[in-house]
T-cell receptor, first 110, second 115 residues
Framework: GQSLEQPSEVTAVEGAIVQINCTYQ??????LSWYQQHDGGAPTFLSY????GLEETGRFSSFLSRSDSYGYLLLQELQMKDSASYFC???????????FGKGTKLSVKP | DTEVTQTPKHLVMGMTNKKSLKCEQH?????MYWYKQKAKKPPELMFV???????INESVPSRFSPECPNSSLLNLHLHALQPEDSALYLC??????????????FGSGTRLTVV
């Protein structure tokens, strides 16, 4: 079987830092991705980690530990527009097919 | 062009109808995907096309039939659907390669209602 676990909801205030964790158990692992999805919108690619360590892209950073089957997305200097659902997704095969976690709904309050 | 275009945006169909969803990208991506997403749920993989060939079918019922006429187009043919098939159908494409190029570009989806 396969599973990706992430918190269902997170609330934070503007300007704060929030970390969304993801643990996974999958048949086949090539890398961990993160996607953002606003209500009514399409998922948008944020980051991809194939190797252990931290990847930084602007206010967003993503971390992977393959030995722990664990990763996280770090969002800094939160803005109201960051309120959205965030999905971790495992790239399961060489063809890039992704399996998504259940998503974390982030609410950013003033 | 950095978009994936899906048509129609909304579709209502009866259980005896036949309809098709269309997806188009002009980014030169060689992998294309169909996902199904129910409300407040994650996208679920349905089909993967790699270099215009079907490479993965996630045990999808035969009432869903994918087609890839060329490297830019992906269709999903629908026939005899059930009300529980009502969902947002997302098309995506990716380049492959390393790092960020594995990121998917998603279309805005077709919201399908089966009555």
């Amino acid at each position: 079987g396969q599973s990706l676990e992430q918190p269902s909801e997170v609330t934070a205030v503007e300007g704060a830092i929030v970390q969304i964790n993801c643990t996974y158990q999958t048949s086949g692992f090539y890398g961990l991705s993160w996607y953002q999805q606003h209500d009514g919108g399409a998922p948008t690619f944020l980051s991809y980690n194939a190797l252990d360590g931290l990847e930084e892209t602007g206010r967003f950073s993503s971390f992977l530990s393959r030995s722990d089957s664990y990763g996280y997305l770090l969002l800094q200097e939160l803005q109201m527009k960051d309120s959205a659902s965030y999905f971790c997704a495992v790239r399961r095969g060489s063809q890039g097919n992704l399996i998504f976690g259940k998503g974390t709904k982030l609410s950013v309050k003033p | 062009d950095t978009e994936v275009t899906q048509t129609p945006k909304h579709l209502v169909m009866g259980m005896t109808n036949k309809k098709s969803l269309k997806c188009e990208q002009h980014m030169g991506h060689r992998a294309m995907y169909w996902y199904k997403q129910k409300a407040k749920k994650p996208p679920e993989l349905m089909f993967v096309y790699s270099y215009e060939k079907l490479s993965i079918n996630e045990s999808v019922p035969s009432r869903f039939s994918p087609e890839c006429p060329n490297s830019s187009l992906l269709n999903l043919h629908l026939h005899a659907l059930q009300p529980e098939d009502s969902a947002l159908y997302l098309c995506a494409s990716s380049q492959g390669g390393t790092g960020a190029s594995y990121g998917y570009t998603f279309g805005s989806g077709t919201r399908l209602t089966v009555v």
